[in-house]
């Protein structure tokens, strides 16, 4: 018996529904820790409560709220995004003024501080974002890989980041599926 992919079928469907959650929710994610730069927040750029795993935890305590499918996908997206951004974070031209992270109240940290929140944040919310795996299988890894490869390569090429964000995050990614 010959066997033709059904594009129209409702697997198909929810996983191409579910890879653009994780590719949109992983773009927000690139985005959403430099919303520290505006002032209606009141806090400084690279601000801890922006550049942590604290709003990808949320969201993601908050999939016990619903039934809906998508979240299970854009939530792990967002934390994904959130970890590209912070690894990005930690290969900065010079670790002074705003490549410091700023704690609200003490102030901005030093260099060693900063490398230390910024790295184990980075890897909760790879944890976060890798929890697509065991319910999603090959087609979470898929929107995963191709995703935050795709966001890495623009990261490089449009942005000029440092090429490193990208070989440390991967060895984060393998080290919290394994947990």
């Known amino acids: 018996m010959h066997h033709v992919l059904d594009f129209a079928s409702p697997d198909v469907l929810r ?75 930690l290969f900065p031209q ?18 060693t501080v900063s490398t230390v929140l910024l790295f184990s944040n980075l890897f909760l919310c790879v944890i976060i974002s890798v929890s697509i795996f065991p319910e999603h299988g090959p087609a979470g890894i898929l929107a995963y890989a191709a995703t935050l490869t795709a966001l890495y390569l623009y990261g490089l090429l449009a942005k000029k980041e440092h090429f490193a964000a990208g070989p440390l995050l991967t060895i984060l990614t393998l080290g919290g599926d394994a947990l």
């Open 94 to 111: 010079k670790w002074r003024g705003f490549a410091l992270v700023d704690v609200p109240k003490w102030g901005r940290s030093t260099r």
């Open 15 to 89: 996983v191409a529904i579910g890879t653009a959650c994780f590719a949109i929710g992983a773009w927000l994610g690139t985005l959403f820790p430099d919303i520290d730069r505006f002032k209606i927040f009141r806090l400084r750029h690279r601000s801890i409560v922006t550049h942590s795993f604290l709003m990808p935890l949320l969201l993601w305590t908050g999939l016990s709220f619903t039934t809906a499918e998508w979240p299970e996908w854009f939530i792990p997206g967002f934390a994904a995004g959130v970890a590209l951004h912070l690894a990005f974070d």
